[in-house]
């Protein structure tokens, strides 16, 4: 059994490992709009899973919710991407057993008090071995989890109140011409989209255009929802879509 649970002097050692920066939760949407009720409704101590549709919100509302706490240390665990043996080993904590590595990680999260998002969970199954006995852990997911005694938002597709629009009208006028431009073409895309297809539709090289994707994504305008594979918000899309005609 590692010496992270059974409390030794090296695990204490071990424990004073910094959040490596990938493990941290980045920072929210610059013009995040809304979510006032959710964001009071989630409660410090215990879990909350917020559930929803892909694309509706949930992880700009965890985020927004651990920016605005600030207290104490914080750890970011994407399920869908990373792994929790690459996670221990950042923490200093090599070898561990497959079969301890939840155990391990649960240890790690409890002793440093670490107050924690699991970003899309896929299932109950996934969590619980991972959720330590006390602290906040938040929790996202495209399905509901019924996790016992845990709080369950469902996180309802935003409505526009004109605010959102506002903001994302500052984040436009901002845009070098490239990135507007993308902004603007891309938005007839419906779904998910890849470089090469926003490359064909700009009449640019992939290279220019993937630059100006990810400006975009930084500017919290466009969603990577993979690797190179973007999508727009719902409203995002609508308001890129009234940019066409200006
Ligand atoms: N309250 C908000 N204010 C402004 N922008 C938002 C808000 N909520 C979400 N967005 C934007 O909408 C996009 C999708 O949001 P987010 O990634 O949080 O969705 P999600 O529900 O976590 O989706 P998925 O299930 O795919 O992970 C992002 O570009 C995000 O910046
Ligand atoms: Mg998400």
Redesign the pocket.
């Known amino acids: 059994m590692s010496d992270v649970l059974t409390g030794t002097s090296t695990g204490a050692i071990r424990c004073t490992y910094d959040v490596p920066r990938r493990f941290r939760p980045p920072a929210p949407?610059r013009?995040?709009?809304?979510?006032d009720a959710e964001l009071a409704g989630i409660r410090a101590g215990g879990v909350t899973v917020l559930s929803?549709?892909?694309?509706?919100?949930?992880?700009?509302?965890a985020l927004?919710w651990l920016q605005e706490r600030r207290s104490g240390e914080q750890l970011y665990v994407d399920l869908a991407t990373q792994d929790l043996d690459r996670l221990l080993r950042a923490f200093g904590l090599d070898g561990v057993a497959a079969d301890e590595t939840a155990a391990v990680f649960r240890g790690l999260v409890a002793r440093r008090q670490f107050t924690l998002l699991l970003?899309?969970a896929d299932s109950a199954d996934q969590v619980t071995p991972l959720l330590p006995a006390s602290g906040t852990v938040l929790v996202?997911s495209?399905v509901k989890l019924d996790l016992p005694e845990a709080q369950e938002i469902e996180?309802e597709p935003?409505t526009d109140d004109g605010r959102?629009g506002q903001?994302l009208d500052r984040s436009y006028v901002e845009l070098p011409e490239r990135q507007a431009r993308l902004y603007r073409l891309c938005a007839w895309e419906p779904g998910t989209f890849g470089v090469p297809v926003a490359a064909a539709i700009a009449g640019e090289p992939d290279c220019d255009v993937e630059d100006a994707l990810d400006d975009l994504v930084e500017k919290?305008?466009?969603?990577e929802?993979g690797d190179y594979a973007f999508r727009f918000?719902d409203l995002?899309r609508a308001h890129a879509r009234t940019k066409r005609y200006q």
């Open positions: 949407p013009h995040f709009v809304g979510r929803g549709p892909g694309g509706v919100g949930k992880t700009a509302l927004k970003d899309n996202t495209r996180v935003l959102l903001l919290s305008l466009l969603t929802v918000h995002v």
